[in-house]
């Protein structure tokens, strides 16, 4: 009965540690299956590999604490995740994988477009390319907010509104781009004369959502430029004034001001869109504006370092004013 017990055990113990490769390889198949004509098959199997994957990863908990070669290869890992060299390494990889989804996305899109004009009857196709554009027009923007750099967001400022902008209106483009595949894939076989009126429609809709999100940003820039440059002005007018609590009162509504257009949404009004700055820069930046109202009143250069923060804020917008926008 020795041996048995022993096997037991041993099963007991390292078989869940198998369920973790054995569930990804059931998901990676059930993937596969899915995108084939066989999608009955496929769905059990995606769900059911990842149930048992997530099984498995629990057995794993534990595992470093057990071993000391694992345990230094932890500490040395979160140690060299924290370095500056590695918080900037990973920020550039993080922005070139953007880089590289946006130009897939455009890649797939003239794919796309080769399929139609080679086979444009096949409208089961085209529709399965419809759906991945729609997927990408949904998905890209959140894929380009995880994508920023969480470090120097006021030295990457200029940047971060770039990639907002321009991902905000790649994904409206694919957007659009997939709607007329689909009407296109329903109108070609019963009225093809309506597709030259519908194809104009279209690209009219992309050209006026790109404006309507460019003057968005310029609109943004230039506003909040011009509350930087109040909130200037009221810090300076702080130090020497006779009646200091009601200059700090006006500075501190100055920053109101400010702390609104940072949270702005830069590419769109809704929730789901890219901040002008991360909300814990805008607290850091709020805390510090406080602390500066409160020092001017004895130290005339009390705010030295946040006017030079706000001044780099300020950079970043020069080149999208518009007082007409």
């Known amino acids: 009965m020795t041996l048995p017990r022993h096997i037991a055990r041993f099963a007991a113990e390292h078989l869940r540690h198998a369920c973790l490769p054995l569930g990804f390889v059931l998901n990676v198949w059930g993937n596969r299956l899915f995108e084939t004509a066989r999608p009955m098959f496929g769905v059990p199997l995606f769900l059911g ?57 455009y890649m797939y899109a003239l794919r796309v477009s080769d399929r139609i004009l080679l086979d444009p009857g096949n ?65 070609f076989p019963k009225r093809p004369e309506m597709l030259i009126p519908i194809a104009v429609t279209l690209a009219v809709a992309v050209i006026v959502a790109g404006h309507k999100t460019w003057t968005r940003l310029r609109k943004l820039c230039t506003q909040l430029y ?25 500075a501190r509504r ?42 001017l009143e004895h130290e005339p250069v009390g705010s030295a370092e946040i006017l030079s923060d706000l001044a780099m804020i300020q950079k970043a917008c020069e080149d999208r004013i518009d007082s007409v926008a």
């Open 49 to 105: 590999g990842l149930v048992l994957a997530l099984y498995g990863a629990r057995a794993f908990r534990g595992l470093v604490h057990r071993h000391r070669a694992l345990s230094r290869i932890r500490d040395w890992t979160r140690a060299k995740r924290i370095s500056p060299v590695w918080v900037r390494s990973w920020s550039t990889c993080k922005t070139f994988a953007w880089g590289l989804a946006a130009f897939w996305l």
């Open 254 to 295: 100055s920053w109101d001001a400010v702390k609104r257009d940072l949270l702005t949404r830069i590419d769109t009004g809704y929730g789901f869109g890219t901040p002008f700055l991360p909300s814990e820069t805008v607290d850091e930046l709020g805390e510090r504006v406080g602390k500066a109202i409160e020092a």
């Open 226 to 250: 011009a509350n930087i440059q109040a909130l200037q002005r009221d810090l300076e007018a702080i130090t020497g004034s006779e009646t200091p609590g009601t200059k700090q009162d006006v």
């Open 123 to 187: 409208s089961t196709e085209h529709l399965v390319g419809a759906g991945r554009l729609a997927w990408g027009w949904a998905l890209f923007p959140f894929l380009a907010q995880a994508a920023e750099p969480k470090d120097s967001p006021l030295e990457r400022l200029g940047w971060r509104i770039l990639r907002a902008v321009s991902s905000r209106t790649l994904a409206n483009t694919i957007g659009v781009y997939a709607a007329g595949i689909v009407i296109f894939s329903v109108l």
